[in-house]
């Protein structure tokens, strides 16, 4: 099955300052990779994700690319916010609206103001 | 639209005893999962509904889970009778059958501790 990897599991940044957290994953056919937030006693909230005919995908302040030749994948945060603060998963996954999510072991990004 | 119910939030019980958590997918969602997570780790899929039927319940450790959907929209987990280990978050999370329909709706999560 699929295996994911992520790093690093805890990151601190200044605020304003730019995030990155990376992911690797093992099954070539996996093709649709998102990014969760998860807050404190909540349940995950997607926030990007990507699939794997496109190399690179921006919303607003969050970006996602996507190496699939070497199998990685990777969350971008600029102009960090203290509400940024969480644990980010992310995940991967074949044909995702039939098949589970293969998610990472998070990481735990604090914004010091 | 209202978000993934899950009910309790929260669980206290001993081991050997029997525990069931309840979810109810977002209106219209075919696909209902049920995922653990383990503090400090991801979520692992524990079971996958498709309307009322099984699609992958692999990772399911069925000597002491069971999981239905009863008329493809509400879905009860049970675990009986329950080991230490088992203490996690419980999540459930639903999503549309459709092409392109990638994402799934998570709900807040039952946490539970097996003392």
């Known amino acids: 099955g699929e295996n994911v990897e992520q790093h690093p599991s805890t990151l601190s940044v200044q605020e304003g300052d730019s995030a990155v957290i990376k992911c690797t994953y093992s099954?070539?056919?996996?093709?649709?990779f998102p990014w969760y937030k998860q807050e404190l006693g909540k349940g995950p909230q997607l926030i990007i994700d990507?699939?794997?005919?496109?190399g690179e995908k921006k919303d607003q302040r969050i970006a996602v690319t996507l190496n699939k030749t070497a199998k990685h994948f990777s969350l971008h945060i600029t102009e960090t916010q203290p509400e940024d603060s969480a644990v980010y998963f992310c995940?991967?996954?074949?044909?995702?609206?039939?098949?589970?999510?293969?998610f990472g072991t998070g990481t735990r990004l604090t914004v010091i103001p | 639209e209202a978000g993934v119910a899950q009910s309790p939030r929260y669980k206290i019980i001993e081991k050997r005893q029997s525990v069931a958590f309840w979810c109810n997918p977002i209106?219209?969602?075919?696909?209902l999962y049920w995922y653990q997570q383990i503090l400090g780790q991801g979520p692992k899929l524990l079971i996958q509904?498709?309307?009322?039927?099984?699609?992958?319940d692999s990772q399911l450790p069925k000597d002491r889970f069971s999981a239905e959907r009863l008329k493809g929209v509400d879905s009860t987990l049970k675990i009986q009778p329950a080991k230490l280990e088992d203490s996690a978050v419980y999540l459930c999370?639903?999503?549309?059958?459709?092409?392109?329909?990638?994402?799934?709706?998570f709900g807040p999560g039952t946490r539970l501790t097996v003392l």
């Open positions: 999370a639903s999503s549309t059958w459709r092409e392109r329909s990638d994402e799934q709706f």
């Open positions: 099954d070539s056919a996996s093709n649709y």
């Open positions: 990507i699939r794997s005919n496109v």
């Open positions: 995940a991967a996954s074949f044909n995702p609206g039939a098949n589970n999510l293969f």
């Open positions: 209106s219209g969602h075919a696909t």
């Open positions: 509904f498709q309307n009322n039927g099984v699609v992958d």
